[in-house]
């Protein structure tokens, strides 16, 4: 009913407006002023946890690109070797797993039965699982060794939002705990991380107040047949969620891609006239923020229109910009946190325009429960 959404015409809107006091949610009661992070729920002692030589994380979904996320997270921060699996791969490979392996499982329902069987496969083989999870009681935290919960509170709509930034932040909060209890980081380095994630709220809600430029550009882009998403480091995640997206709710041939990789294919689809969307990683990151520059010129000059995301006061990208979306100055890992708001609003605004259900996208269901 209009009421249960709040105003909103779709759950979808109401659940993207949420986001800021998702993450803010999910932050709560989590540290101390000095940084000292507690993890009381989950489960797994300190020496447990020291005992870990390598984190597998698997996921399905929106929840994949959350862990996709996180790998960066966690090797930066921990040093611990960490890769990202799809929970339907995973125990088909023969992974190589053992007492001190960590599996960590995002699931935003905690009733996907892939991941419910990555589950049940890794503690056959003596892993330890760890799940990151927004649904109390379901099964997938049941089946695990430990859990923290996100606190986006209850998804509806079938595509995860409020659900994925929350899955990031928690998944920050496992990485900089991992690096607290393995003594890479400390007290002052961990609270001033912490510090930066509590200002993401903000500057999420800004993304939503800068929401129309953003419904704009749907209008103007709902005869598109095909939409690109490049990006790279953690926005190269950020890039293939809002490919995922834009398919599952709009229905148009949508591709996100490692920016790296342009002249390895993607550029081949670049004609007159295609929209592409490019996540660009903040300045002070290595030189990635110069290669993604040239990657946009590129595309440019071969056609494409070019939707830049880029952060308050880089100018170099406005030559190359037909549409610039700006993003608040936030640490590189942060950004997928700002980055992903507007993504997520172009394709429910496209798909509305377009006249299709965007809380019932055809053919997918909020919680795949069989293989
Ligand atoms: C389905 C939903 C997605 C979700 C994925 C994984 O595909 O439509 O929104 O990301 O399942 O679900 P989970 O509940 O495990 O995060």
New binding site residues.
């Given amino acids: 009913s209009a009421a249960e959404k709040g105003g909103y015409e779709w759950f979808m809107l109401k659940e993207i407006a949420e986001q800021p006091r998702a993450v803010a949610d999910t932050l709560l009661g989590r540290h101390s002023i000095d940084g000292h992070l507690q993890l009381d729920e989950m489960r797994l002692s300190d020496d447990e946890l020291r005992d870990v030589d390598k984190v597998i994380i698997v996921?399905?979904?929106?929840?994949y690109y959350a862990g996709m996320t996180a790998k960066y997270a966690i090797e930066h921060w921990t040093r611990i070797h960490c890769e990202v699996e799809l929970a339907s791969e995973f125990r088909y490979r023969d992974p190589i797993l053992d007492r001190s392996t960590l599996v960590v499982t995002?699931?935003?329902?905690g009733?996907?039965m892939d991941?419910l069987m990555a589950i049940r496969y890794a503690r056959q083989q003596r892993a330890r699982v760890l799940s990151i999870c927004n649904t109390n009681g379901s099964t997938i935290p049941r089946e695990s060794d430990a859990v923290i919960y996100t606190h986006a509170g209850p998804e509806v709509a079938?595509?995860?939002t409020k659900?994925f930034l929350a899955q990031v932040v928690a998944c920050y909060l496992l990485a900089l705990y991992m690096a607290q209890v393995k003594g890479v980081k400390y007290g002052d380095e961990i609270a001033s991380l912490i510090a930066e994630l509590e200002k993401t709220p903000a500057g999420i809600q800004r993304m939503l107040d800068e929401g129309d430029q953003v419904r704009k550009l749907a209008a103007q882009l709902a005869g598109s047949r095909s939409i690109l998403f490049l990006g790279r480091h953690v926005g190269y995640p950020v890039a293939l969620e809002g490919a995922l997206k834009l398919k599952e709710l709009a229905y148009i041939h949508a591709e996100g891609f490692a920016a790296g990789e342009l002249k390895h294919g993607p550029i081949a689809l670049i004609e007159e006239g295609v929209p592409v969307f490019i996540v660009v990683p903040p300045k002070a990151r290595d030189q990635l923020q110069e290669k993604i520059v040239s990657n946009i010129q590129e595309i440019r000059a071969r056609g494409a229109r070019t939707i830049v995301l880029a952060e308050d006061g880089d100018m170099d990208v406005v030559p190359f910009a037909d549409h610039l979306i700006r993003l608040p100055k936030v640490p590189t890992l942060l950004q997928p946190l700002v980055a992903t708001v507007p993504l997520q609003i172009f394709a429910c605004e496209l798909a509305s325009q377009l006249g299709h259900d965007v809380d019932q996208p055809r053919n997918?269901?909020?919680?795949?429960t069989v293989e």
């Fill in positions: 996921a399905a979904g929106t929840s995002i699931s935003q329902s009733e996907t991941t079938v595509a995860s659900g997918l269901a909020k919680s795949v």
